[in-house]
């Protein structure tokens, strides 16, 4: 295996563009995959749509601790690399893809038994109800593919790897384009399943993501044929992995949770309320995709330097990394701003529904620069082997922040929608403050002595941040 790749000898700026462009352009691709859903679920009903957005916050929960443990194996490997105990990285990398399998089962188990209560208490009922179940049901049973994709993902991205998983979802993303409306629609001996059809083609594409993805690993050396007695659960390692992994789960399920605590409070103005919040959080992540690759990129070059102990390398990592997702940042902030109703015509003509989605994307724009500066200083916090801020800025801007603010501003000031659009700018500029304030500080404190530049090494700076 190469446990170095020059992650953390060569000039940080082009390492950032090595890392992040292909991840970029793989989360592209993966976010256009879940806008073919959209698209084609749009075409079977307005219903088909609300049922779609009513599933996510659910899916995202049951996502959220696989996603949280590839996070924290990715710190876990590429520190141990950059410190050069190949040994130990393998280690990390085969107790976390055992322990992602016996967590997934647990959570199918979980997950099939209370969606139906969490849908629910999000206000559906009868047709509803029936067609959000029968989406979510059958994602739910292939939550073990989604889970460890994500791991092995992390196995290799924690190599600087970011490749393979960008043409996993390129792939995934064409296929999509035939199985979506060829499982919706039937022909060709299948017959029409509608919504759940896009289930079933999502977990046949997770099945030849998670071989592809298992194929490749194995050719890094990190986990080989004669590594089976390796996958029996190690106590130490576990713990590792999941004191590791576990904060960057809960940040992402207080995500969904924030979602189910928007989708309650749109419950109340309807169906089209939550089909047009469903489809401008997909405009959303279209706008952030140009930077979304820079996560990736802080997690792992910072994870290595860490490991090897060049702080000032990681110093350069987050502040190049903020500079760059700012800038490229701007420029999807002016297009959804100044075209938000031509953006949401592409996904629906119900006018009550591009109404609300266009006026919650002139405010969603303003708010990009605090999603890419709170998603890169948690990056480099996981990096750092410091991932519990994750957790406490998550509480604060997914939970008890928004369950406040939006009361206030749309229940006791009576602003209604624009009230809980309002809440979310609020709530999330908040928090990208105290973020920027936090990671100063730690790193000025984990950083103090200066590390020695290596001979011929490029793209070094001092000082505290």
């Not at 443990?69 to 590429?78: C, D, P, R």
């Not at 939550?274 to 690759?293: F, S």
């Not at 110093?315 to 949401?344: C, D, N, Q, W």
């Not at 591009?354 to 006026?359: Q, T």
Request: charged share 10%; proline share 4%.
């Amino acid at each position: 295996m190469d446990a170095d790749n020059g992650l953390i000898t060569k000039p940080i700026p082009g390492l950032i563009a090595q890392l992040a462009i292909p991840a970029s352009i793989g989360m592209f691709f993966n976010t256009m995959y879940n806008v073919v859903d959209t698209y084609f679920s749009g075409l079977i009903s307005t219903e088909a749509i609300a049922a779609l957005s009513l599933s996510f916050p659910v899916f995202f929960v049951i996502l959220a601790i696989g996603f949280g443990i590839s996070t924290g194996a990715t710190a876990l490997i590429a520190n141990t690399l950059g410190a050069g105990d190949e040994k130990k990285a393998q280690l990390y990398a085969i107790q976390s893809v055992s322990f992602t399998f016996l967590l997934s089962m647990a959570l199918t188990l979980i997950g099939l038994f209370a969606a139906p209560y969490l849908f629910m208490f999000l206000g559906a009922s009868g047709t509803y109800l029936a067609i959000s179940l029968s989406y979510i049901n059958i994602i739910i049973c292939g939550l073990v593919f989604f889970s460890l994709t994500f791991v092995l993902n992390a196995i290799l991205t924690a190599q600087g790897d970011t490749k393979t998983f960008r043409n996993v979802l390129i792939i995934g993303f064409f296929l999509n384009l035939v199985f979506d409306p060829w499982f919706i629609y039937g022909g060709l001996g299948m017959p029409a399943l509608g919504l759940p059809g896009v289930a079933w083609a999502t977990i046949l594409i997770q099945l030849f993501s998670t071989l592809f993805m298992g194929t490749r690993v194995f050719r890094t050396g990190l986990i080989c044929r004669e590594c089976w007695s390796m996958f029996v659960p190690r106590r130490h390692f576990y713990w590792e992995i999941a004191k590791q992994g576990f904060p960057a789960s809960l940040n992402t399920m207080s995500i969904a949770i924030g979602i189910f605590i928007i989708t309650w409070f749109l419950s109340k103005y309807g169906q089209t309320a939550v089909a047009a919040y469903g489809i401008a959080t997909r405009v959303d992540q279209i706008a952030m995709l140009p930077i979304m690759g820079l996560t990736t990129a802080t997690l792992t070059l910072i994870g290595q330097n860490n490991g090897a102990a060049l702080y000032q390398r990681c110093r350069e990592v987050y502040r190049k990394a903020l500079l760059y997702g700012i800038l490229i940042t701007t420029v999807s902030m002016i297009i959804v701003f100044v075209f938000p109703h031509l953006i949401m015509k592409i996904f629906t003509n119900d006018q009550a529904v591009l109404k609300i989605g266009a006026f919650y994307l002139k405010i969603s724009a303003f708010i990009y620069w605090a999603y890419i500066i709170l998603f890169v200083a948690v990056a480099a916090l996981q990096g750092l082997k410091r991932p519990s801020y994750a957790i406490w800025i998550g509480l604060y801007r997914q939970i008890v922040a928004p369950a406040i603010v939006f009361y206030v501003l749309a229940s006791q000031l009576g602003m209604g929608l624009s009230g809980i659009w309002w809440g979310i700018f609020l709530v999330t500029w908040s928090a990208t403050i105290f973020t920027l304030i936090y990671v100063r500080s730690t790193m000025n404190t984990m950083f103090v002595p200066a590390d020695p530049i290596p001979t011929g090494t490029k793209g070094y700076y001092s000082g505290k941040i």
